[in-house]
């Protein structure tokens, strides 16, 4: 069965920085175009980062709101996705979901705080 | 950046009527090779969100023939027919024709 867990999340200060991670099982990892999408507190879905293939370049691709701040990166030979996050702003509070192709599978999320 | 609009729904919907989710796009889903570039997603309260449709009106795999999809380049549907309790929750409508890609605010549907 496919499976996607996301894990590091926490409380972390303004300006901090944080990494989280996911963890890919039960599909051809390295074939599959991989993104994180985030849902703030009581809000709507907002569409992060996105990481290509090998094939692809791993070209990356990012909101507005997170570019320069944020690096989505992938390790194929261990089927992980991780995003960093730097300068953190409360308004990057949410839980953040990472996904596969085009949204075909989703984690069950991690929630990360920015908050002093 | 391509923005999403998503209407509102008369809600609480009666078990087994339908319901029509609308979606608009401030630019043209098309892209060259003919294919329309919208995702349509339901989010049931407490959990991760589920592919629905794909290129505006392909089916996810395993999703019930209930759920189509339909549209022009900038206007979207998506009807539920015989709506049940389990299609309780919100429904999301994505552009990934570019960059960056974005989402409607989401229509939330109620079951009477």
């Known amino acids: 069965a496919v499976q996607l867990v996301e894990s590091g999340g926490g409380l972390v200060q303004p300006k901090e920085s944080l990494k989280i991670s996911c963890a890919a099982s039960g599909f051809t990892f390295s074939n599959a175009a991989m993104y994180w999408v985030r849902q703030a507190p009581g809000k709507g879905l907002e569409w992060v980062a996105r990481i290509r293939t090998k094939p692809n370049n791993y070209a990356t691709y990012y909101a507005d709101s997170v570019k320069g701040r944020f690096t989505i990166s992938r390790d194929d030979s261990k089927s992980m996705v991780y995003l960093q996050m730097d300068n953190l702003k409360t308004e990057d509070t949410a839980m953040y979901y990472c996904?596969?192709?085009?949204?075909?599978?989703w984690g069950q999320g991690v929630m990360v705080t920015v908050s002093s | 950046d391509i923005v999403m609009t998503q209407g509102v729904l008369p809600n609480p919907v009666p078990s087994g009527e339908s319901a029509s989710i609308t979606c608009r796009s401030s630019k043209s889903l098309v892209y060259k090779d003919g294919k329309t570039y919208l995702n349509w997603f339901l989010q049931r309260p407490g959990q991760s969100p589920q592919l629905l449709t794909y290129?505006?009106?392909t089916r996810a795999s395993g999703v019930s023939d209930r759920f189509s999809g339909s549209g022009s380049g900038t206007y979207f549907t998506l009807k539920i027919s015989r709506v049940r309790a389990e299609d309780a929750g919100v429904y999301y409508c994505q552009q990934v024709r570019e960059y960056p890609w974005t989402f409607g605010g989401g229509t939330k549907l109620e079951l009477k």
């Open positions: 996904t596969a192709n085009i949204g075909d599978y």
């Open positions: 290129w505006m009106s």
